[in-house]
């Protein structure tokens, strides 16, 4: 009877956890005036977001700098400013924010036109494993002609960090038949992202393709 019960009881922690792997998790929006006391962040915050998964009560968002020159950062000139870029992920333990991790870009010391922002930034659970990926696109650059912007995919779960890196796609031209030439869009995953699920590698490459082109998304909704 007892072996019984005991193997009941393992047949309702395992119904309990599938439940609550395939629970569809819901983010809501929040701005800065909502964050709990002890969050600290750099920049403006930009997007942010709050849900609950299986790793807990949950806090993310991303920050901008905008352009300016940062007196930390060392410049050959006069004319070099600088633009930074955070994004940050705090779990709430006993009531009080403990970061789980923090991510940082920048653009130093840029005399021409200088570009550091984020394009996207959402929260998913592609692989319906009950803990929420963190999704950001941003591009980056210093330039003083029309070459492509350093692009950047970075998607963080359970405190793992995956990445594509490459550049964004720009109209170089049509020739007489209307056929377009573009510069730049290509791509390259990292180690991580290629151990990563099939569906979220398929997801990433979707987010990439909206946001890869310099006159703006395809489509903001995925």
């Known amino acids: 009877m007892k072996t019984i019960r005991n193997f009941t009881l ?9 439940s609550l792997a395939q629970a569809k998790i819901s983010a ?15 920049g403006k915050l930009k997007s942010g ?7 807990g009560d949950n806090i993310a968002f991303i920050c901008e700098t ?17 633009a930074e870029l955070f994004a940050y992920h705090f779990i709430m333990k006993d009531g009080k924010p403990s970061l789980s991790w923090k991510l940082y870009d920048l653009v130093s010391d840029c005399p021409l036109d200088l570009t550091a922002s984020f394009d ?17 696109v941003y591009k980056t650059a210093c330039r ?12 963080y779960e359970n405190g793992k960090k995956y ?13 007489e038949n209307g056929n377009k030439s573009y510069d730049g869009g290509e791509y390259k995953f990292d180690p991580a992202f290629m151990k990563a ?8 490459k979707k987010l990439w393709n909206n946001f890869m082109d310099a006159s703006g998304p395809e489509d903001k909704k995925l």
């Open 10 to 18: 393992l047949l309702l922690l395992i119904n309990s956890a599938v």
């Open 28 to 42: 809501t929006k929040i701005n800065a005036k909502q964050l709990p006391p002890g969050i600290e962040y750099e």
């Open 49 to 55: 977001y709050r849900w609950s998964d299986s790793k």
């Open 66 to 82: 905008g352009e300016y020159r940062n007196p930390k950062l060392q410049h050959d000139g006069d004319d070099g400013i600088d």
């Open 120 to 136: 996207d930034f959402r929260i998913s659970d592609i692989d319906k494993n009950g803990i929420a990926e963190v999704w950001m």
């Open 144 to 155: 003083g002609d029309v070459s492509p912007a350093e692009m950047k995919l970075i998607m």
């Open 163 to 175: 990445a594509m890196r490459g550049t964004e796609k720009i109209l170089q031209g049509v020739d």
């Open 197 to 204: 699920p099939a569906e979220v590698r398929t997801y990433a």
